[in-house]
Structure formats: structure tokens, C-alpha cells
């Protein structure tokens, strides 16, 4: 009798979980929005695809399988400066559920006020003292390069280029490296650890009221190194506290380079602990290395992939290169300020984060009060719309009929309007209030490398394909898979000892 109870109520459950999605559905004022079939009942067809790791290809036939215009305009309603669109719940898997960070936050008001705190760290003004700090990365990237290639082996180019920005991180974050560069291992598995908080995120997030279970059980289970982002919370932890240390002591720092970020975080927080809390310090530091090296490694490789994918613009790149070089006005150290005044360069980064950012799901927003048009569509309040940077960028309303090919030459007409609505719709590190704040870093990072590998190696794709093709996978990162080449060091041996390690252990 019970058991026929059971049937007959999970049935009943079961059955007005069914009449609910469908009346929504019918109802929906959305009604009438294109799209795939199974996407209107449940948000389980969303999270099979995006699981599948290529939502941002998937993301763009979509839009032209169903006729759907991105319009451009539609980037300023939702992310422009002084907007009401807060972030939807999806970002609550970003974090802890009982701390704030940076990039989980959905107050706009408590999100502008701890930025504030932070971000006079992060201006270029201020990052432009840490490029020694990049110099000695980069120098040791290309020893690493020239011992790969001497050996004759196979080279990992997006493992290799992430090693790089992790120890350029860590450098500027805590005044070490960590040692990725020196070994060319995942140091303490911080790789691991990050690309499992990625695929967490990614799809906790489309569920997020399980978030709070999930991430208990889940840190319970991993001890005290914690699971996800909480294990680099806590490494992270451990570094403040040695600088702590560092401090009461009274001690000089390791090295004769910039003040590392740690120091001036927490010399903020001595100075009006009420003001800039020690949470503050751990933000800013954790933000750093959860998200500081992944972002800017797939920017690195994939502008190195378009150029290895497209020799003509390789080899104008080198011209310019020569060409400055000869007239004295780029530096052995290829100088920040430098590669700034190239334009090629500046076309064939800009074009290859315009092909390949780092980001490949959509920003989700909520509609405010009062709902909001967007692409001449009313949308009601609590609404949840976004913009994926790959939709956005191959627009070709705004970048042409060549859209989808590497083209750098587009960004060097003198079409001022043109350009301005290219620049409008080119978001790779974000837009509006909600940009990316280590997004200077990661540009001196890709200014001064790009260059300098260009002019000292030769690469060779060595993957899968005839055509040198990689594959890639996107959890929130679209993270290359299978970059391989081989390398020739195309600069005499100078006989120079590797820079004296000072990385983190």
C-alpha cells in the first residue's frame, strides 16, 4: 500500500514539474524568441551543452543558424557604465558562500567599493615598474625554449606560455616566482587545482542553489588543503602570512624589484585596517593567482597559433620587428613602452584576442525593474541575458564579411568610425564597470613576449592535422589542447648563466 503511495506521489510531483515548465514556456513573454526546442522547457539542455566544452563555436552557429543579430548596441545596455544589470546567480559558484570576491560579487555598489580599494594596484602606471620582473621571466621562457628545442623534442606551447605567466604572477604578486618555469611541472598541482574549479564554476553555476552543498562537500572531502579556488585561498594564505613576518622583522625584501602587490595590500591594510581589511589583501592576491595566469597563457598561445597558422603575417610581424630594431628603437628586453608604438604588432595581438579570448560563455546579467529593449526585443525584469565575447567578435555587421578569418590588417585603416565600432564591440578582458582588473598585466605580459619569441625562434605546428589545427576546450577558459611545435632558437648561444632562482617552494 505504501509503495503504491510512493508511485503514485513521486508521479503526481513529477507530473505538475511538467505542467509548470510547460505553461512558463507558453506563457513566456520570450515565447517568441528563436532558438533550440529543448532549451525552452529546462535549463538541463544548457548545461549538456555547455559540459560538452565548446560552447563558445556552438554559442556562435547558434546565433546564425537561428538568424539572431548581435546588436552591437546591446554591449553598452547591459554592461556600460552605470548600468543596473546586476550578475546572475551562475557567478555564485565563483566563491565561497560565506565571503566576497571580486569577480562573484553581484552587488554593484559593494563590487565599485572594493574595487576602488584595489585597483590603483593594477593601473598601467603602476604595472610598468614591475617589468623587470617580466624581463627575467621572459629570459628564462627563452632558455627553457632553446634547451626544447636543442633536445629535439615536441613543445606543450599553451602549458609552456601558462608556466610563464604563472611565474610572472607569482613575481609580481609575492616578489618570487613560483618555479612553474623551472621545472615546466604543475607546481603543488595549482594547474589541476584551477582547472577543476573552472569546470565547477562552469556548471555549478547553472545550478547554483547547489552550490552551497556542493562546495561544503566537496572542501570537507579535500581536507585542509581545501578543494578549488579555497586550496588557493589557503596557499595564498600562507604567503601573507610569511610577509607578515617579513614585515614585523623588518626585513628587505628578496630582490632589488618593485614592491611586490602583497606589500602594498598589506601596507594598506596597517594603515586603515577598518578600510582595507585583510580580506582585501587576500582578494587581491587570490584573484591574482586564480585567474592571472590562465587568461593571459591562452592569450599568449593563441596569438602565436594564428601567426604560426598564418606565415605572410608572421613574417610581416618579424619585418617590423628588424625594422625597429635597425632604427634603435626596440630594446634587447623589447621595452613596454616600446612595442607600443608598433602598429603591426598592436594590430596582430588586438586580432588575435579578437579570434581567440580567453572567455568563451556568455557575461550573464539580469534585466533590472522595468525590463530593458535590447536587439529591438522587450525584455521583463529578472530576465537573465549576456553577451559570449566569441559572438560578439565575429559579428560581421561590425568586423565584415571576414569575420571568422585572422586578418590583423583590419585594425590599421584610417576609417576613424570603423574602427570605433570595432573597438566598441572588442571585449576580450570584459567591459564596462566589470573589466578585468589584472587586465594591464596581462598586456605587458603579450606586449613584451610576442615580440621577443618571433624574433628569437622558429616554430613548427606539429599536431594532430595536416593543417597544424589544435583543439580546445571551454569551461568558462577556452584552455588550447594539443599545441604542440617544435622549436629552433634562431639566436646564437650567449653564454649567459640562467637568472638566480628565487621562486616559491
Not at 255 to 262: C, H, Q, S
Not at 438 to 461: A, Q, W
Request: aromatic share 10%.
Amino acid at each position: 500500500m505504501m509503495d503504491n503511495f510512493a508511485v503514485v506521489a513521486s508521479a503526481l510531483v513529477l507530473l505538475y514539474y511538467i505542467l509548470q515548465q510547460v505553461l512558463r514556456a507558453v506563457l513566456s513573454p520570450l515565447r517568441s524568441v528563436p532558438g533550440p526546442f529543448l532549451a525552452r522547457w529546462s535549463d538541463a539542455w544548457y548545461l549538456w551543452q555547455v559540459k560538452g566544452a565548446h560552447w563558445e563555436t556552438q554559442n556562435i552557429q547558434l546565433h546564425r543558424e537561428h538568424g539572431i543579430i548581435a546588436d552591437p548596441e546591446a554591449v553598452g545596455i547591459i554592461y556600460g557604465h552605470g548600468t543596473r544589470f546586476v550578475k546572475s546567480s551562475w557567478y555564485d559558484a565563483w566563491g565561497s558562500p560565506s565571503n566576497w570576491n571580486l569577480f562573484a560579487d553581484r552587488s554593484i555598489q559593494r563590487h565599485a567599493n572594493n574595487r576602488r580599494q584595489l585597483q590603483n594596484t593594477y593601473s598601467m602606471t603602476s604595472l610598468v615598474s614591475y617589468e623587470p620582473y617580466v624581463n627575467q621571466c621572459a629570459d628564462i621562457f627563452s632558455r627553457r625554449l632553446c634547451e626544447l628545442g636543442e633536445a629535439g623534442v615536441s613543445v606543450d606551447m599553451g602549458h609552456w606560455m601558462q608556466c610563464y605567466a604563472f611565474d610572472v604572477i607569482g613575481q609580481i604578486t609575492f616578489g618570487k616566482r613560483i618555479g612553474f618555469l623551472d621545472r615546466g611541472a604543475d607546481i603543488q598541482g595549482i594547474m589541476r587545482v584551477i582547472e577543476k574549479q573552472l569546470m565547477y564554476g562552469t556548471l555549478v553555476g547553472i545550478y547554483t542553489r547547489f552550490h552551497r552543498l556542493a562546495f561544503g562537500v566537496l572542501n570537507f572531502l579535500a581536507g585542509k588543503n581545501g578543494a578549488g579556488r579555497e586550496h588557493i585561498v589557503k596557499l595564498t594564505e600562507v604567503r601573507i602570512a610569511e610577509e607578515q613576518e617579513r614585515r614585523k622583522a623588518k626585513r628587505a625584501g628578496d630582490g632589488d624589484g618593485a614592491e611586490p602587490f602583497v606589500s602594498k595590500f598589506l601596507a594598506k591594510y596597517e594603515q586603515d585596517p577598518e578600510k582595507f581589511s585583510m580580506l582585501h589583501v587576500l582578494a587581491g592576491c587570490t584573484a591574482n593567482m586564480a585567474a592571472g595566469s590562465d587568461t593571459t597563457g591562452i592569450s599568449l598561445s593563441a596569438i602565436l597559433y594564428y601567426l604560426l597558422r598564418h606565415p605572410k603575417c608572421l613574417q610581416e610581424l618579424r619585418r617590423e620587428i628588424e625594422e625597429f630594431r635597425a632604427r634603435g628603437l626596440l630594446s634587447e628586453s623589447f621595452g613596454f613602452k616600446e612595442t607600443q608604438q608598433m602598429p603591426y604588432l598592436q594590430a596582430v595581438i588586438k586580432e588575435g584576442l579578437r579570434m581567440h579570448p580567453a572567455t568563451g560563455l556568455p557575461m550573464e546579467r539580469v534585466v533590472p525593474e522595468g525590463g530593458a529593449t535590447i536587439c529591438g526585443r522587450f525584455f521583463p525584469a529578472g530576465t537573465i541575458v549576456g553577451i559570449n565575447s566569441w559572438v560578439a567578435h565575429r559579428n560581421t555587421q561590425v568586423f565584415g564579411a571576414d569575420a571568422d578569418e585572422f586578418r590583423p590588417e583590419r585594425w590599421l585603416i584610417s576609417d576613424e568610425e570603423k574602427l570605433a565600432a570595432m573597438n566598441r564591440q572588442w571585449i576580450p578582458f570584459g567591459v564596462g564597470s566589470r573589466t578585468c582588473i589584472g587586465r594591464h598585466v596581462s598586456t605587458l605580459e603579450i606586449s613584451k613576449l610576442i615580440p621577443r619569441v618571433i624574433h628569437e625562434f622558429d616554430f613548427e605546428l606539429s599536431t594532430g592535422s595536416a593543417e597544424g589545427s589544435w583543439s580546445t576546450e571551454n569551461y568558462w577558459f577556452v584552455k588550447p589542447r594539443g599545441f604542440e611545435v617544435k622549436v629552433t632558437c634562431r639566436k646564437p648561444k650567449d653564454g649567459h648563466n640562467l637568472v638566480e632562482e628565487t621562486r616559491i617552494e
